[in-house]
């Protein structure tokens, strides 16, 4: 595929992405990033063809990769040229991007993240975008200047209620009293699917994990324990958010491990 200038992702934003990992030629949690490829196509009302099967995309991926090797990948899906705001067809495009990494596993970090708050773009919870993995990223990128600018490791950022929905490209968890806490999808953060590997190991092994929709700083500042979560860094525990410093949860050890094995 050329991108050229009528390509719709470039002039609108107009398209979705999945980022994630391909640990010893296997993509990690394929089956998750494939199910919410297909949800954003049909939230932005594309014409999905018929071929564009889990299959399917899995076997470009690996014509590219080979299936023996540790990768980052990006699969872009923007819809096809043409038009102004109103496009002149609603099939899809694809790209694939694929940047060799040396593991073969996800590591685990014991250093801690130290974290900040940004609130001058806030996600939106209620529109039809909320959740999908857009190509229009204009508040992430400004939440990431911010992070930049400050010296931070991440952000915490807020939704236009000034609930806490998510960080710059992760979902964040709450450890309190031995359960969990995340923002709900209703906050407006993106549905990741490291968050919801999360859940269902969490849930598994017998741990609660609430789903918290008005998640504000004072849960954070009384939590026993932080850490955030995506599918190319997997579990990263969070030392510090402003001036208050949390523990290192020993749960994180027993989800990375089952992570790593999911």
């Known amino acids: 595929m050329k991108i050229g200038i009528e390509n719709r992702a470039f002039r609108y934003g107009d398209g979705i992405f999945e980022s994630m990992r391909m640990c010893a030629g296997r993509i990690s949690l394929w089956s998750m990033h494939y199910d919410r490829l297909r949800i954003g196509m049909k939230a ?112 915490l950022i807020f939704n236009e209620k000034g609930n806490i929905a998510e960080a710059v490209s992760s979902n964040v968890f709450i450890v309190k009293a031995g359960k969990l806490i995340t923002p709900h999808l209703r906050a407006g953060c993106v549905a990741g699917v490291m968050r919801k590997a999360v859940i269902q190991i969490a849930k598994d092994l017998g741990i609660t994990v609430k789903e918290q929709v008005a998640l504000q700083p004072k849960h954070v500042f009384s939590a026993d324990g932080l850490f955030l979560t995506n599918a190319v860094q997997g579990i990263r525990w969070v030392k510090k958010v402003e001036y208050t410093e949390f523990a290192y949860p020993e749960m994180i050890e027993i989800l990375h491990e089952k992570i790593n094995k999911f």
């Not at 590591?107 to 001058?120: I, R, V």
């Open 44 to 155: 932005l009302r594309m014409d999905i063809p018929a071929h564009y099967s889990e299959e399917y995309f899995k076997s470009e991926i690996e014509k590219l990769t080979g299936t023996s090797s540790n990768f980052r990948v990006r699969l872009s899906v923007n819809r096809s040229d043409g038009g102004l705001y109103t496009p002149l067809s609603d099939l899809p495009d694809f790209l694939i991007e694929a940047k060799n990494t040396e593991e073969n596993h996800f590591l685990m970090q014991k250093e801690g993240l130290t974290l900040g708050w940004y609130d001058e773009a806030p996600i939106l919870s209620k529109t039809r975008l909320a959740g999908i993995k857009s190509a229009n990223a204009l508040p992430y990128i400004l939440a990431a200047k911010h992070r930049k600018t400050y010296h931070l490791d991440d952000c």
